[in-house]
């Protein structure tokens, strides 16, 4: 099985950054994708790691350690558009891609 | 817009009911995935078909079936519904590979009453 954790919700200001951090046990490792939902909206894709290392994407980065089961999401320049759920999942050896039960941001100005 | 279609948007149905929701994928992509959403849970994995074919199985309800058709749209039918039932239903899709990332239908609704 797969047991992924995320804190529930932050809270930042507008310009600030955010970290927000997944850990994950699964039964092998193929992937973790980043994916961000605005409330009774679908998801939609932010990043993918399979190697460990820092991946930037604009104002979006993405940070893997496989060795510690570890990744975190950081969003720089916070603008109020950021608030929104971002989803930590991860793929396994089986082809599911499982979802934690993501992070709530707030900005506020 | 993710290019994965699913319909309808909404669905208002009474327990015992049997409702079917309908997934097309985006173009060239193979694999379908079907999750549940409720208001107090993440994303459920339902059940995944690539190319027409189960590929990985979640905890979907005995109650639930689904299938890939040979134009790749897929069904998820859920059945003697009951309140708990009540989520909205997300399907994606992708090209398949390990490294590709889901993109995601605008969901269905679903109200059991």
């Known amino acids: 099985g797969q047991n992924i954790d995320q804190p529930t919700e932050m809270t930042a200001t507008e310009g600030a950054i955010v970290q927000i951090n997944c850990t994950y046990q699964t039964s092998g490792f193929n992937g973790l994708f980043w994916y961000q939902q605005h409330a009774g909206e679908a998801p939609t894709f932010l990043s993918y790691?399979?190697?460990?290392g820092l991946e930037e994407k604009g104002r979006f980065s993405s940070f893997l350690s496989r060795s510690k089961g570890y990744s975190y999401l950081l969003l720089k320049e916070l603008q109020m558009k950021d608030s929104a759920s971002y989803l930590c999942?991860?793929?396994?050896?089986?082809?599911?891609?499982?979802f934690g039960a993501g992070t709530t941001v707030t900005v506020r100005a | 817009d993710s290019g994965v279609t699913q319909t309808p948007k909404h669905l208002i149905t009474a327990t015992g009911q049997r409702v079917t929701l309908r997934c097309s994928p985006r173009s060239g992509d193979l694999s379908v995935y079907w999750y549940q959403q409720s208001l107090d849970q993440g994303l459920q994995f339902l059940i995944q078909y690539y190319n027409g074919e189960e590929r990985a199985k979640g905890n979907i309800l005995e109650r639930f079936s689904a299938q890939q058709f040979p134009d790749l749209h897929s069904e998820l039918n859920l059945s003697s519904l009951e309140l708990g039932d009540s989520a909205l239903y997300f399907c994606?899709?992708?090209?398949?590979?390990?490294?590709?990332?889901?993109?995601f239908g605008n969901g269905t609704r679903l109200t059991v009453t």
């Open positions: 999942a991860v793929r396994g050896n089986d082809y599911k891609l499982s």
């Open positions: 994606a899709s992708s090209v398949g590979r390990e490294n590709s990332p889901l993109h």
């Open positions: 790691n399979v190697l460990d």
